[in-house]
């Protein structure tokens, strides 16, 4: 494509920011002026980018009609407040927040529900999913056509870097303090969470699900285009800086073979199935890369019809920046 355009990323100073300020320019995204916003604590910063410091500035005071796509990775308080101011200067909004309507801007991951996006009316707003839904939706989606799926069991161990630098800064605080026999302090979490896991993330509701556990239901029903699914999910904290794993459990109507299985993962777009006998982890494998890891794929002890995976992924990289990316790689080609 010869053609430019000029770019927006509100919340560039974020570690989800950031990695799409890296990753537009990793994969050479046609970029003509690239604008980073921030709130007016983060204001006057800088973020390199093709070999030159990006300064950043006020989102408050910005004018979107300088830009044709704006990437939103700043919380839900900040795209209520702007997203429609950009989507009335005729911005792409590109929102990683979770905080749209599906019905102003769908829940898209190019692997498993790209279609989607060729009905948007003008200017398009559409949603990068939660970087758990992203992940479980690369993995399950080569599936939907060869199975009969009935239910869906997660446990998510999720990166505490999903919480923001304070809950990074907190574990590797805790993890100094405790290898050197200092008084640990908790701050951010609640209680310990170096060499610890902590069964909820979140404040739970009076039927004990906590807000992430019901965005991912919601989320993975709406991208696998399949409402009546039942999805049972528990997201526990891991003492992990970066990278979520899930063990999955999916309940199928009949007999799961597992050749075609293993068959549809290896052909899989941004998937790479690991042998069996061997198992993928998130230090070891999926940080750092673009694709969703997927082993341990086998039947239940006792029937055939539940299918189990474990899988693994980079939530910040693949679950949050690229998956948004990719999505203003296929809108770019309707700009004018």
Not at 64 to 71: I, L, N, R, T
Not at 216 to 231: F, G, S, Y
Request: hydrophobic share 45%.
């Amino acid at each position: 494509m010869n053609q430019s355009f000029d770019i927006a990323v509100v919340g560039a100073t974020g570690t989800v920011g950031e990695t799409i300020v890296q990753i537009l320019e990793e994969r050479n995204f046609p970029v003509a002026d690239l604008h980073l916003l921030a709130s007016i604590e983060s204001a006057g910063s800088s973020v390199p980018f093709r070999g030159k410091n990006v300064r950043v500035r006020e989102v408050d005071v910005f004018d979107f009609s300088k830009v044709k796509v704006v990437f939103f990775a700043a919380g839900p308080a900040v795209t209520s407040s702007y997203a429609a101011k950009a989507s009335a200067a005729g911005c792409t909004v590109i929102d990683l927040s979770g905080v749209l309507p599906a019905s102003q801007a769908p829940q898209v991951v190019p692997e498993a529900n790209a279609q989607v996006l060729a009905g948007l009316p003008k200017p398009v707003q559409v949603s990068s999913p939660s970087p758990s839904a992203t992940a479980l939706a690369v993995a399950l989606a080569p599936l939907r056509g060869l199975l009969d799926f009935q239910r869906v069991t997660v446990t998510a161990c999720l990166a505490v870097s999903a919480q923001g630098r304070e809950a990074v800064s907190e574990l590797a605080r805790q993890t100094t303090a405790l290898l050197n026999l200092h008084p640990l302090e908790s701050n951010f979490f609640d209680r310990q969470m170096a060499f610890n896991l902590l069964a909820q993330v979140g404040t739970p509701d009076a039927q004990g699900h906590v807000p992430l556990e019901k965005r991912l239901v919601t989320q993975l029903r709406e991208i696998l285009n399949l409402p009546t699914l039942k999805v049972s999910v528990t997201c526990i904290q891991a003492p992990v800086f970066f990278g979520d794993s899930f063990s999955v459990s999916v309940q199928m109507a009949g007999p799961v073979d597992l050749d075609v299985v293993n068959a549809a993962l290896e052909a899989a777009d941004g998937l790479e199935l690991v042998d069996a006998g061997d198992y993928p982890t998130a230090v070891g494998d999926a940080v750092g890369q673009d694709v969703v890891y997927v082993g341990r794929v086998r039947h239940a002890v006792d029937d055939t019809s539940e299918l189990n995976l474990w899988i693994t992924s980079d939530n910040v990289r693949k679950g949050a920046a690229l998956n948004a990316v990719q999505l203003a790689e296929l809108l770019i080609k309707d700009l004018p």
